[in-house]
């Protein structure tokens, strides 16, 4: 049996495949791949492993004859037409829980640099501007003690709430459903959008891209923010309206924002990068040397369950 991997992922996952002695075709070229070139790739594997960055439509999942599994190297899905997928019998999983703590952590590391202008005080200082300690330089936010509001409290969303306790946060979230065990755990309260969004002093994303949730945060919803918030995006970048933002930052209704994930990556809007109260990371959320690896074996041995014909552990359908 074939698998083709749009691109190389740690050895640790390969391992897996290759114990199995399937046959492992990799896209050879450190890019991403052309739509093309994925067909092409596909068109006799029996699975695919994909990036987040690759578009698995309908073109895609047509043009393959044997497919019986995608395997996507993230937790999020979004990029897959799933509900194609499993209309023609093919199973999707992806990978969640080994990256969400590192998530968790990228996100506190955003939230600090933003309310604290880190970066901006990195160019400072490159840019040789220091005259010395002043009473007013580069005044920022307070992170310790502040309201931070958590949208989408998953698995991410409560773990950024357990670093929130940690610096002394009042934890508000907004979830299609009530967390109990969160709440006890971490004192969080559970309230509408609205209320989140005109209490909070840190608004930070955490739901998957959906219908429901592209644009979440639009004009409407930047009227409603506190004066002088920070956005803090880790999600996706097509869950805020990306010019709403930009007027907001502009005007100074948000006090900065952190940003790991752009409107159609691998673009990214040329005023964010005149901006200097924003914070821009090249969506590293799952960066880390453990968690990527933790990631390609996870992917690879659910790939391998269903071409073994077991149920695998990590199904999205
Ligand atoms: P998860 O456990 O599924 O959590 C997502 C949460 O969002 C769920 O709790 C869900 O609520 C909530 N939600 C869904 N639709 C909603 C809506 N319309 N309104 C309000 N809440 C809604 O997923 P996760 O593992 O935490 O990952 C979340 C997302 O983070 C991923 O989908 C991915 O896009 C992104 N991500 C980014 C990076 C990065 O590198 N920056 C890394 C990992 C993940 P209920 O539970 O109440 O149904
Ligand atoms: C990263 O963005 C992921 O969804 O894993
Ligand atoms: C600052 O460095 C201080 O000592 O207050």
New binding site residues.
């Given amino acids: 049996m074939k698998i083709f991997l749009t691109r190389k992922i740690p050895d640790d996952g390969i391992k897996v495949l290759k114990n199995h002695e399937f046959q492992v075709d990799i896209f050879p070229e450190n890019r991403q791949p052309t739509k093309e070139e994925i067909i092409k790739g596909v068109r006799d594997a029996d699975a695919l492993i994909s990036l987040l960055s690759d578009p698995i439509d309908r073109e895609v999942i047509d043009s393959a004859r044997n497919l019986k599994v995608i395997g996507n190297y993230?937790?999020?899905?979004?990029n897959i037409d799933v509900e194609y997928a499993r209309k023609k019998g093919i199973i999707v999983v992806n990978t969640?829980?080994v990256?969400?703590d590192a998530?968790a952590d990228?996100t506190f590391a955003l939230i600090l640099a933003a309310a604290r202008r880190v970066v901006e005080g990195d160019r400072f200082m490159r840019d040789k501007k220091f005259r010395g300690w002043e009473p007013m330089l580069m005044l920022g936010k307070d992170v310790w003690g502040a309201t931070i509001g958590i949208?989408?409290?998953?698995?991410?969303?409560q773990a950024v709430g357990r670093r929130a306790r940690g610096f002394n946060m009042r934890i508000l979230y907004?979830?299609?459903?009530r967390?109990m065990e969160f709440e006890r755990e971490t004192g969080a309260r559970f309230v509408s959008?609205t209320e989140l969004l005109r209490e909070s002093d840190i608004i930070t994303l955490?739901?998957?891209?959906?219908q429901?949730?592209r644009h979440?945060i639009g004009e409407e919803e930047f009227k409603i923010i506190k004066e002088g918030a920070i956005l803090i995006n880790?999600?996706?970048g097509e869950v805020v309206k990306e010019e709403a933002m930009i007027r907001a930052l502009k005007s100074g209704k948000l006090f900065a924002a952190g940003l790991?994930?752009f409107y159609g990556e691998p673009n990214v809007n040329t005023e964010l990068l005149s901006l200097p109260n924003v914070v821009l990371t090249p969506?590293?959320?799952?960066?880390t040397e453990r968690t990527r690896r933790k990631m390609a074996e996870m992917v690879c041995e659910d790939v391998s369950r269903v071409l073994l014909g077991r149920e695998p552990l990590h199904r999205v359908v």
């Fill in positions: 993230a937790v999020g899905y979004n969640p829980g990256l969400t998530t990228l949208v989408g409290a998953g698995r991410i969303g907004h979830s299609r459903t967390k959008l955490h739901v998957p891209l959906t429901e949730t979440l880790t999600a996706r790991d994930v969506h590293v959320g799952s960066a």
